[in-house]
């Protein structure tokens, strides 16, 4: 590669790390493009860890404290080198400024003695309140980090479907496993440990000026200098970690999706092209890390020499000051021990600018997260329903609907009166609007235009959590934990008894080879019931659908999966099941849906036909069409 062109390349690579990212990418088009992130001021991320820690704040004022203490001690023992070396070592006659009520030593021997022994006395206790207090901020640290996983977790669980489908399940988890955890280990890095510096320094300065105010001066010099390095530090480094863990996120997303699919990545050959992909990204990763490991050193080069020529010039200012008589020698050693002190905190917080940057980025990160709106939200005063208390009618008033940043309409313009206890079937071609339109039903949208009613009262009026409660859903997509049967079959209701889960399953045509298992409702199932046929996976979810007792079923090819016989089955348990409640069904086998109270028919997200079963086939339409087409396929 020529010198221009890796010129070039880290040209472009700088560019793309210090441009402002979304937090999260557009997959799949599922939404409009989030709002570009920036960097918060050091003073909003100290604002927003201080809301973070609401109700440990007590406990954080006690551990300042006694690091203040134990800090502060720690500059005792330092000034016992100028007590041995003028006072002991060179005999020199103590200070007028010395009490005559405290009690001396009358030997250097002795002097020497009660020296270490207030030394040794001083710093024990200063290392036991400094341990105790270290460990507090551990204990502190280690429950902020829990809260904010928490909160981080429950406001992500919120957030709406187009939203967790561009986070993706690996990307979503290293967010919550590094970002997340962020905030807790910012205790240290900008509240225990700059304390600490600050105790010290201030504690330092005042001693310095004691010695020779001129001393202050020239320490003092180094206090904006550190000032402006962490300001250009903010700037050049954090949006390199920033964007940093958003490619290790994007590469966890797409590891964990390349693996949940790994049957259809072997099923077309693409092992290589996969873990193609996985190199160049990682490549990509390992020259955004080293960009920032580079400006990292070089900040670190800065310090590096700094340091030493500061106290090479304030040694030389002091030694020059003894030679005159206007220092001792105990003040200069007193000085130079002093003057290291005063530096260790400054040279700690550099070379662990580092890790503050990328813990400041991950707290960025998660700052945007819960700054972005959650799933739909109530209206103020939300009605809180309860099962005994609804009938369940669902109406449909000029009910319109888009996806976000999509403009095309895919539901139009629907009016639909369904009464309690009615079985509404859909049917039409692919895209028509089927499932869109009982998502709307579900309320994991909301509509765009009109209004989705239960009886009589708009939806957004009703408490969300509360609604949802009312619902028992079967999507063709069947999703099962990684637990066991009873365990899948109890989600709908973790307070069911082994009886009420059994007799779902019965319900559900399920019990016979649930039995056959090895541990029967004990057995577990792997991860989304990988150990299951299709057609087992689906009666289990219509099991758990059946014990959550709803009121209003929606039933999106739930039978698709399963052979005649047990489709025959759960038909008949299905039909018992649905009567006197009201259910929206999906079904690609038309003869499923003969029995349905009344049927849709649905073309462009508009109800073009609707009426019985019988009705529709003496129309001629679409309907009679589908079924007709139906029987020649089987038929075939």
Known sequence: MSEGHRVSSRKRLEEVASTPTATGSNAGGLGPELPKTRNRSIFELYRALFALMKGHRGMLALTLATLTIS??????????TKVVIDYVLLKRPLPEQVPSWLPMPPSGLGMLTAVVVVVFAVSIVGALLGLWGRWRATVLTKQIQVKVRRRVFEH??????????????????????????????????????????????????????????????GAAFLIPVAYWADRLWNRVLRPIHRR????????????????????????????????????????????????????????????????????????????????????????LMMF??????????????????TSLQNNLSGFDRVLDLLAEPAELQSRPGAIAVRKGDV?????????????????????????LEVEPGET???????????????????????PTGGA????????????????????????????????????????????????????????????????ALPDGYDTLIGERGVRLSGGQRQRLAIARAILADPVIFILDEATSNLDSESERLIQGALADLMRNRTSFVIAHRLSTIRDADRILVLDGGEVVESGSHAELMESSGLYRDMVELQRMEEGF
């Open 71 to 80: 800090t502060s001690l720690r500059l005792i023992p330092p000034a016992a």
């Open 452 to 515: 989705v009613r239960l009886d009589g009262i708009d939806l957004r009026d009703i408490d969300l959590q509360r609604y949802r409660r009312l619902l028992g859903i079967v999507e063709q997509d069947v999703f099962l934990f990684d637990g066991t049967v009873g365990e899948n079959i109890a989600y709908a209701d973790r307070r069911a008894s082994r009886r009420a889960i059994e007799e779902a399953a019965e319900a559900a045509n399920a019990a016979a080879f649930i039995e």
């Open 336 to 353: 130079l021990v002093y003057l290291a002190m005063l530096l260790e905190p400054i040279a700690v917080l550099a070379s662990n600018m």
């Open 391 to 415: 009938s369940g009618r669902i109406t449909l008033d000029r009910l319109r609907f888009h996806y976000p940043g999509h403009p095309e309409e895919v539901i139009r313009g629907i009016d």
């Open 156 to 217: 992500a669980s919120k957030l709406p479907l187009h939203r967790i489908y561009q986070l993706k399940s690996g990307g979503l988890s290293s967010l919550l496993r590094e970002d997340a955890g962020a905030p807790g280990e910012m205790v240290f890095n900008m509240i225990y440990n700059p304390w600490r510096a600050v105790t010290q320094l201030i504690g330092g300065l005042l001693i310095l000026a004691w010695i020779d105010w001129r001393f202050l001066l």
């Open 244 to 331: 940093s863990r958003r490619q290790r996120q994007e590469i966890d997303a797409k590891s964990a999706e390349t693996f949940g699919g790994i049957r259809v990545v072997r099923a077309f050959g693409r092992q290589k092209t996969e873990a193609t992909r996985f190199v160049r990204e990682s490549h990509f990763l390992t020259r955004l890390e080293m960009l920032g490991w580079y400006r990292a050193r070089a900040f670190d080069l800065f310090w590096d020499l700094l340091m030493p020529t500061a106290s090479g010039i304030l040694l030389l200012y002091g030694g020059w000051q003894v030679l005159q008589g206007a220092l001792s020698p105990g003040d």
């Open 424 to 446: 509404i079937a859909l049917v039409g071609r692919s895209g028509a609007g089927k499932t869109t339109l009982c998502n709307l039903v579900a309320r994991f949208y909301d």
